[in-house]
């Protein structure tokens, strides 16, 4: 039997609109939340961090680091969220994960918005936004398997790449979406009330987007193919055949593709903000701008990335963008740090940051993809996403901040995303040209 027989004949393109509307409708408002919660970092320090009183000359960087130890918290419970969503996936369909996931989302996000500060409850505030930030990790380890595969699934032909990318677009979008609405705040709104109220208007937007998602969720038809079709006979150079010691191998290879996704995209596209503020003493407004413009770079590149893909292969056009930012992340943020660049060199290295990052966001959902069997897949790529996004992701502004505070270093999120990338490029090598022209097993 050929590889090609194990499959269904491909999904009208019809279905295949509606699924790729309904699969990405969620990542949108798991971003946005995400995107959010970066920008608006240095404003949640003071709310939920800082001690009233009595607070030290470096109780600024402390609040700020602790705010990223919540983030980096949230990362780390991802995993679980991919592993218990993800069986979920596998065995009793996408759209049941998908709905539960985006409805667990919507929940934390809005409870955000409500919460108490410490200055209203004293230490219970921080403990409670953690436990929100807990869900909102469990619920986006679930999303990004469950989107994926169903995005991969109902992909005609010759098109997972750009199918995939969707994911990643919507990604881009909900980022450019918190980081609009937190630069309109700071523009409408003077400083005070920023602070004291002004904050929770992002967070409290996340329902309606959420209510949404939800109701396409709902309608969603699973995708073509049957849940007990085995793998094929043999591995292509990006897949694996199933067996769980072989799988928990594709995981680990998985991770080691995309952790230059995973730290250069949250260095560059979420750590930003409160990094230009904290370390380069930039006003909120100009560093809201910045992301908002390398956010617009990486939007730009996504679609684009997925295309290529299609056409040239998945390990071509990823390399291109690990490579690049391996190469230009230090002359990019010396740009940044110059006091004798314009404006305009600096809106280019912003954008030129954002679009590299473009380049391995692009072809990446697929090519996670393809390299597992349909009954394991929401679990074997979402557990691969999620553990780079716990390492990678969700430390890189703790790591960031606190090697930036304790070496004077303002290099720091060179080093860092350079290096993750390089390591990246290694992996990216074992792909072959051919494997985005092969059949989902």
């Not at 969620?26 to 970066?38: D, I, M, Q, R």
Request: with cysteine.
């Amino acid at each position: 039997m050929t590889s090609t027989e194990l499959l269904p004949a491909p999904p009208p393109r019809a279905a295949a609109r509606r699924a790729l509307l309904a699969g990405s409708a969620g990542n949108l408002v798991e971003w946005y939340e995400f995107g959010v919660y970066g920008c608006f970092a240095t404003v949640i320090a003071a709310n939920f961090f800082t001690p009233p009183t009595g607070a030290g000359p470096g109780s600024g960087v402390e609040a700020l680091v602790a705010t990223y130890a919540s983030f980096a918290l949230a990362f780390f419970f991802r995993p679980v969220g991919a592993l218990l969503f993800g069986r979920l996936g596998d065995r009793l369909g996408r759209r049941t994960t998908l709905v539960l996931v985006v409805g667990l989302m919507t929940l934390a996000t809005t409870l955000i918005g409500l919460l108490p500060t410490r200055e209203a409850i004293g230490p219970a505030a921080p403990w409670l936004l953690t436990f929100l930030r807990v869900l909102q990790g469990l619920s986006a380890g679930g999303e990004f398997g469950g989107a994926v595969s169903l995005l991969a699934e109902y992909a005609p032909p010759g098109r997972r790449g750009l199918y995939g990318a969707w994911q990643s677009f919507t990604v881009a979008l909900g980022l450019l979406a918190g980081a609009a609405t937190a630069a309109a705040l700071a523009t409408l709104l003077p400083a005070p009330a920023l602070y004291a109220w002004g904050w929770r208007i992002p967070f409290l937007l996340a329902l309606p987007l959420g209510a949404v998602a939800l109701w396409l969720r709902t309608a969603l038809e699973e995708p073509p193919g049957a849940p007990q079709a085995k793998a094929a006979p043999g591995a292509r150079g990006g897949q694996v055949p199933s067996g769980g010691g072989v799988q928990a191998r594709a995981v680990v290879l998985g991770i080691g593709r995309i952790m230059g996704w995973s730290a250069a995209g949250y260095t560059f596209l979420v750590v930003l903000p409160s990094y230009l503020q904290s370390t380069l003493g930039a006003s909120f407004r100009s560093a809201l701008l910045a992301t908002t413009l390398v956010n617009l770079g990486f939007a730009a590149s996504i679609l684009p990335a997925g295309l290529l893909s299609d056409r040239y292969g998945r390990r071509p056009v990823m390399l291109g963008g690990a490579l690049g930012i391996a190469v230009l992340a230090f002359p990019l943020l010396h740009l940044l740090q110059s006091p004798d660049a314009s404006p305009q060199a600096r809106a280019a290295a912003v954008l030129t940051a954002g679009a590299l990052v473009g380049l391995l966001a692009g072809p990446g959902p697929a090519m996670l993809a393809e390299m597992f069997p349909r009954r394991v897949r929401c679990t074997g790529l979402g557990l691969a996403y999620a553990l780079a996004n716990a390492v990678f992701s969700g430390c890189a502004g703790l790591v960031i901040t606190a090697l930036t505070a304790r070496t004077g270093d303002t290099a720091i999120p060179a080093y860092y995303a350079a290096g993750a990338c390089a390591i990246s490029s290694l992996a990216l090598l074992t792909l072959r040209g051919n494997d985005h022209r092969e059949p989902l097993r």
